[in-house]
């Protein structure tokens, strides 16, 4: 067996190597390798990567592979691979069946099992405290990037797409405030409203809370059976995440060509360099301050921060991630509550890229802004980015309606449009690493990390 494995890690690399070789000896001109050799040798390396996956099993690695697999296919096979979004969407339609009934359960056993209020509401204060200073950090990091680059200097502006309109959709600071709330729980379900399911689901623990315990025990048991039921339920699902996930890759490639990165990739290296920035000095001396074990960190977020890389969706990586909170010894009941709000709050991936983008458009149309107009817009995009999560191309929609509050064109927004999922990518596994940091910190805060075991359910689906 250790002969096998040995001989499969072997082939691998020898794969991976000769079609590396001989890609950089095209792409240097030193000989004129037949496309065709070029091919074979890429998939010779994508076989490697399949015969090395079914060795390890691991839905992590696999999830990995089908990233790799399915660029191959979107660059070999683009007709092909835009017709494979359907098996995308069938996945993430799935996984969103989840997020509701997971919050709502999570929530209320979080907040009606805990015996002490007071503490809610302390964590609460922290959770906001926290996320507040994170983000607005990452604004400032983001305005820095972008303002170093210069990435919109020189940018011809093309014609805006006839194909495809976003819509600017202006809020006042009413109807922000109004739009937390829900007015019809299933309404809000309904349209993925993340913020207001957890407004609903806090407000109904609260109450249930404060039943006696005859009467709150029912729905409490219920709440704890649902919670358990959709982490089963996300268990199944998972199975279909590789296919999921490969075929989201496969489709980006496919749609827009690996060439777009050409004329885009200042704009795209500058946010993926602050976005590493921000990891390093930020969420790393925030672990080691609140003595968080890295190790044991970095491999519980390794596969929900993937799913969310791959998929571009932050829903995609909540059950899991919660899942893989609990597991490295945050309680339930700081899951539920901090992760959900993060979610909303938490956005540190989507602020950065706000306050990069918004000062881009302005670069890209010739328009100088002074630092203090640069505040000003990029704390009006955070503000209004609020509770957006999950939301498809939110981020362009509050882009267009803050350029036409400061009176900016929108032509460089569509610009962004073009690789606007290569860099959905990196801001929204960003965010999902802020939101898992964040419980482990608030955990720690309370004095009530590594205290707690996970439940039966949660430990089987993390070791499958």
């Not at 602050?274 to 074990?293: K, N, Q, S």
Request: hydrophobic share 55%.
């Amino acid at each position: 067996m250790q002969r096998l494995k040995t001989g499969t890690v072997l082939f691998l690399l020898s794969t991976l190597t000769l079609a590396a070789v001989l890609a950089s000896v095209t792409w240097a001109g030193l000989l004129g390798i037949p496309s065709e050799i070029l091919l074979a040798s890429r998939w010779l390396a994508v076989a490697g990567l399949v015969a090395y996956g079914l060795k390890r099993r691991s839905l992590t690695t696999w999830i990995l592979i089908s990233m790799v697999v399915g660029a191959e296919i979107g660059h070999d096979l683009p007709a092909v691979a835009v017709n494979l979004r359907t098996l995308s969407l069938v996945f993430l339609r799935m996984i969103k069946t989840i997020i509701a009934p997971l919050l709502f359960a999570t929530l209320v056993v979080g907040v009606a099992g805990h015996s002490d209020l007071k503490q809610v509401g302390r964590m609460g204060v922290k959770a906001l405290v926290y996320f507040e200073i994170v983000t607005t950090i990452a604004l400032f990091i983001g305005l820095a990037a972008i303002n170093l680059s210069q990435a919109g200097r020189g940018i011809n502006l093309p014609p805006a797409p006839k194909t495809e309109e976003i819509k600017a959709v202006q809020k006042s600071a009413s109807e922000i405030i109004q739009h937390v709330f829900p007015e019809n729980i299933a309404k809000s379900i309904a349209e993925g409203e993340v913020l207001q399911v957890v407004v609903f689901s806090l407000l109904f623990g609260v109450a249930l809370a404060m039943l006696p315990e005859a009467r709150r025990r029912p729905l409490l048991s219920f709440a704890e059976s649902l919670a358990e039921t959709m982490f089963k339920f996300t268990n199944i699902v998972m199975l279909f995440a590789p296919v999921g996930v490969g075929a989201a890759i496969a489709y980006t490639v496919g749609h827009m060509g690996l060439g777009i990165l050409v004329n885009l990739a200042k704009l795209l290296g500058t946010l993926y360099v602050a976005l590493i920035v921000f990891i390093l000095l930020v969420f790393l001396p925030v672990a080691l301050i609140a003595r968080v074990p890295i190790r044991k960190f970095i491999a519980a977020v390794a596969e929900p921060v993937s799913l969310a890389f791959a998929t571009t969706s932050s829903e995609a990586a909540l059950p899991r991630a919660m899942e893989a909170m609990e597991a490295i010894g945050v309680p339930r009941k700081i899951v539920a509550f901090v992760m959900p709000t993060g979610y909303s709050f938490n956005l540190d991936g989507t602020t950065l890229y706000l306050s990069l983008a918004s000062v881009f458009v302005a670069q890209a149309a010739g328009i100088h802004m002074g630092f203090g107009q640069q505040l000003l817009m990029v704390f009006t995009l955070m503000l209004t980015s609020k509770g957006v999560a999950g939301v498809p191309r939110a981020s362009l929609v509050i882009l267009l309606g803050t350029a036409a509050s400061f009176h900016l064109p929108v032509e460089p927004i569509f610009i962004i449009l073009g690789i606007d999922e290569l860099m959905d990518m990196a801001r929204t596994s960003t965010n999902v690493l802020g939101n898992c940091l964040a419980t482990v910190v608030v955990a720690r805060w309370e004095g009530e990390f590594g205290k707690a075991h996970p439940s039966s359910v949660v430990q089987e689906a993390l070791t499958d």
